[in-house]
């Protein structure tokens, strides 16, 4: 069995919730928070097997994630999935949005899980009761497949936003601060879904550095 299975079976079982986010580092697009409840005692020998390579969404590549997207929407108990825009992270702080984001995807399970993980941080104010987890999305499956689900979600955003913003290649990058990215951005300037709070060297090229 995945030892990140094992993981949260060792910590009761019963109904399991994890919970990360994707789009935190990125200069554009939204940053997208999403948890997931495993019932543990519902999964099959079956289900074990077909969740068997989930990882960490970064440790995967894209079509192993859209694969494992699929798997984890068919089996978990509930998925949960929060997106904070661009506006929103300058107004009130990206710190603040991704707390803010993990807390609210948690508190739409219903019904509460017996245990639950967020990867990275105590979320203050959550109603619902959790343990922060370092490294949650390498240790903890329900964490693990949060973690795909925020990142095969924000790409698919991208991929559509691709779509009406050609000229900056958010199909390729995602919205990250890659060279290409930056190039655009100098060349073209930005657009509303930049975050022009963040510091980039081709914000402070344009005269929008903080």
């Not at 998925?79 to 009130?92: F, G, K």
């Not at 790409?155 to 559509?160: E, I, P, T």
């Not at 936003?161 to 958010?170: I, M, R, T, V």
Request: hydrophobic share 45%; glycine share 10%.
């Amino acid at each position: 069995m995945n030892a990140r299975f094992a993981f949260d079976l060792e910590r009761g079982g019963g109904l399991v919730a994890g919970a990360d986010e994707a789009g935190r580092g990125c200069l554009a697009g939204p940053l997208v928070a999403a948890a997931v409840c495993f019932d543990y005692a519902a999964l099959t020998d079956a289900d074990f097997e077909a969740l068997e390579r989930l990882n960490d969404s970064k440790r995967l590549t894209r079509e192993a994630r859209e694969t494992l997207y699929g798997i984890v929407i068919g089996r978990a108990r509930q998925v949960a999935v929060v997106a904070c825009s661009a506006p929103s992270i300058d107004e009130r702080g990206l710190h603040r949005c991704n707390l803010r984001a993990l807390g609210a995807a948690l508190e739409c399970l219903e019904p509460r899980p017996d245990r639950a993980f967020v990867d990275g941080f105590a979320v203050p104010d959550c109603t619902v009761p959790h343990e922060a987890l370092i490294g949650g999305d390498t240790r903890s499956a329900a964490v693990a497949a949060a973690s795909v689900i925020a990142k095969v979600t924000r790409d698919r955003v991208m991929l559509r936003l691709d779509e009406q913003y050609p000229a900056y290649g958010f199909a390729r990058h995602v919205g990250y601060a890659t060279a290409e990215h930056q190039e655009m951005i100098t060349r073209h300037g930005v657009c509303h879904l930049h975050r022009r709070s963040f510091d980039a060297v081709s914000y402070r090229q344009l005269g929008l550095g903080v």
